[in-house]
């Protein structure tokens, strides 16, 4: 109940954060996470939403998942294509480096994450440097890599 509870306040959190943020300009989108393929195949049937915030000098996103494997860390990133294309294509990159970012600091990862004992999730990051139109889906991959879940931002 304590996890529930706390997974409640950070979507109350982010939605606080959207409101000003869009009333300052910002561009929120939102997606609902669908199980691929591949996580169907490994046994997952995931739920959730992501909400991408792009204000005029960030970018945040925030991801919010269920039905993974109690204790289990996964990874979490924007991609650059739609969900059906190509199972979203490969990492959103920026092409040079920014504040916040991943890998050679220049993707959005609001992961890596670990599920709680219910098998749910929070992940979220801030990068300093707002995320182009190519930005457009949220991806959940399973420990060992496989693209288990998406979500197009829109």
């Known amino acids: 109940?304590?996890?529930?509870?706390?997974?409640?306040?950070?979507?109350?959190?982010?939605?606080?954060?959207?409101?000003?943020?869009?009333?300052?300009?910002?561009?929120?989108?939102?997606?609902?996470?669908?199980?691929?393929?591949?996580?169907?195949?490994?046994?997952?049937?995931?739920?959730?939403?992501?909400?991408?915030?792009?204000?005029?000098?960030?970018?945040?996103?925030?991801?919010?998942?269920?039905?993974?494997?109690?204790?289990?860390?996964y990874g979490s990133h924007v991609h650059n294509q739609a969900c059906a294309d190509g199972?979203?294509?490969?990492?959103?990159?920026?092409?040079?480096?920014?504040?916040?970012?991943a890998l050679d600091d220049s993707e959005i990862w609001p992961g890596p994450f670990t599920a709680n004992s219910a098998g749910r999730a929070n992940g979220w990051v801030m990068v300093g440097e707002v995320a182009g139109p190519d930005a457009v889906s949220v991806v959940i991959h399973a420990p060992g890599g496989a693209k288990i879940a998406c979500a197009d931002l829109g």
């Open 1 to 73: 109940m304590r996890n529930k509870g706390l997974m409640v306040l950070v979507e109350v959190v982010m939605a606080a954060l959207a409101v000003p943020a869009f009333a300052r300009g910002a561009e929120v989108e939102r997606g609902q996470l669908r199980t691929f393929a591949d996580g169907s195949g490994l046994g997952y049937a995931i739920g959730g939403h992501v909400t991408m915030v792009r204000t005029p000098h960030s970018t945040k996103v925030s991801v919010t998942v269920s039905g993974l494997v109690p204790g289990a860390t």
């Open 87 to 101: 199972n979203a294509g490969g990492h959103y990159s920026f092409g040079f480096p920014v504040p916040g970012g």
